[in-house]
């Protein structure tokens, strides 16, 4: 199947199927006590999230509380700094908490109240979507477990700081290489165990079905909005949409407003410090079809098979896997997926902050990198950047690797 073989009016129908499936893509791939609790929750999601009631309380939230519609930045300094591509940005980093990932996270936890859940139980690697669902869950009322490797609770000090002042219940998980593929497991563990109180939410359009889906539907309000701006703004649609991968959901939101127009869609990966396996984290590019965390993707292994050591300057990008969805995306050739180094990143944030005022999530920043080399490459036309987050948090980091350039 190609790009073309695919009818994409009615693509959010069919992708994915009621199996989870985005072609090979997907599924469920976890214990039968798991299976029972997912179950439950595709149930739910499908039932609840055609309600009006459901779709209006959604609707106020972002609105009063998230600070939605988050605007489009004309990046006219940066636009005239590179030549004549106008660069855009979606301003997700003026989300309440800095970044994408409270759409989806307040998405599950209103899910979980519909639900009648006590709890939310959730992983962190870096501790933003740790932050993320602490606010989620003090908002709702809701306890809340973020299970954290002890390695990384002793990195990310400022997170576990902020998840504890929410309330949240920080454990530490100390098995193994003690980070994020360890927390995983055991927020799993726990969950299987207490999922009739309890509701998992995953961070990214990841792990089994229903999450790629749920999360990217409830991302996929950055894509529409942006959109409906774009054009408000320009009266054209533009002509390329970037985004920075991970797991994928700032990049599926984003996705998912424009997948049916006629607009180059392009997701930038993780080249960290070069190709050599263990020194990036680009595994669309450079990965094979496998399985891990419940889903089948395209994943970098090692030499057993098992997900393999990953690196890039950006934690939040420091993933084995993407989502299902953009492995599909990937091999339709729907969206064309491609590398930008620790390097260029670093370049693009300072240029953005010192030509925008905008200091970017180093995240953000890949797709900042990307969008200025597609700018030179294309000469003409219009670029929308998804700008993911904000910098805050990565500025003491940067200084004492980097200092000022
Ligand atoms: C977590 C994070 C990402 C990466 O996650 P995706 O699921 O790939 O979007 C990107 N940008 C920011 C600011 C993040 O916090």
């Known amino acids: 199947m190609k790009y073309n073989e695919i009818e994409f009016d009615t693509y959010f129908k069919n992708y994915p199927d009621a199996n989870g499936y985005f072609g090979k893509y997907g599924g469920s791939y976890i214990s039968d006590d798991l299976k029972n609790a997912m179950a439950e929750i595709t149930e739910a999601y499908f039932t609840i999230c055609k309600s009006g009631k459901f779709i209006s309380e959604l609707r106020r939230i972002r609105k009063e509380f998230q600070g939605r519609p988050t605007p489009v930045s004309h990046l006219e300094r940066l636009s005239n700094k590179l030549g004549n591509v106008q660069l855009y940005a979606k301003r997700e ?13 307040m998405g599950e936890v209103l899910l979980a109240k519909y639900m009648g859940k006590k709890k939310v139980i959730a992983e962190t690697g870096a501790g933003q979507h740790g932050v993320a669902m602490a606010t989620a869950a003090a908002y709702f009322g809701m306890e809340c477990d973020i299970y954290m490797g002890a390695v990384d609770i002793k990195k990310q000090a ?35 165990k207490d999922y009739k109180n309890s509701i998992y939410c995953i961070g990214s359009v990841v792990g089994p079905h229903p999450f790629p889906m749920m999360v990217r539907d409830f991302q996929s309000v950055v894509g529409i909005e942006a959109r ?46 070069g190709t050599a396996l263990g020194d990036h984290a680009a595994s669309l590019t450079y990965g094979t079809e496998g399985v891990m965390h419940g ?23 420091d993933y084995p896997s993407s989502g299902p969805e953009h492995a599909f995306l990937h091999d339709l050739g729907r969206v064309k997926y491609d590398v930008i180094s620790d390097d260029e990143t670093i370049d693009a944030f300072f240029t953005l902050s010192r030509l925008e005022g905008i200091i970017p999530a180093i995240e953000s920043a890949h797709a900042v990198a990307y969008a200025m080399k597609l700018a030179e490459k294309m000469g003409k036309g219009s670029i929308l950047i998804n700008l993911s987050g904000r910098g805050d948090k990565d500025m003491d980091y940067i200084i004492e690797r980097y200092g000022i350039r």
Do not use: W
């Open 93 to 105: 980093d003026l989300n309440h908490t800095g970044a994408h990932k409270l759409n989806h996270c």
């Open 158 to 192: 400022p997170n576990v700081a902020r998840m504890k002042i929410l309330g949240a219940n920080v454990v530490e998980v100390t098995d193994g290489l003690q980070t994020l593929k360890e927390a995983v497991d055991a927020a799993f563990a726990a969950y299987a």
């Open 295 to 317: 889903f089948n993707s395209i994943m970098l292994k090692d030499e057993n098979g098992d997900p393999a050591p990953v690196y890039s300057v950006a934690s939040g990008l």
């Open 228 to 273: 409906e701006q774009f054009v408000e703004m320009t009266g054209e649609l533009p002509d390329a949409v970037v985004a920075c991968v991970g797991g994928g959901s700032n990049a599926a939101g984003m996705f998912a407003g424009f997948l049916n127009y006629p607009v180059d869609i392009y997701g930038v990966e993780p080249l960290g410090r």
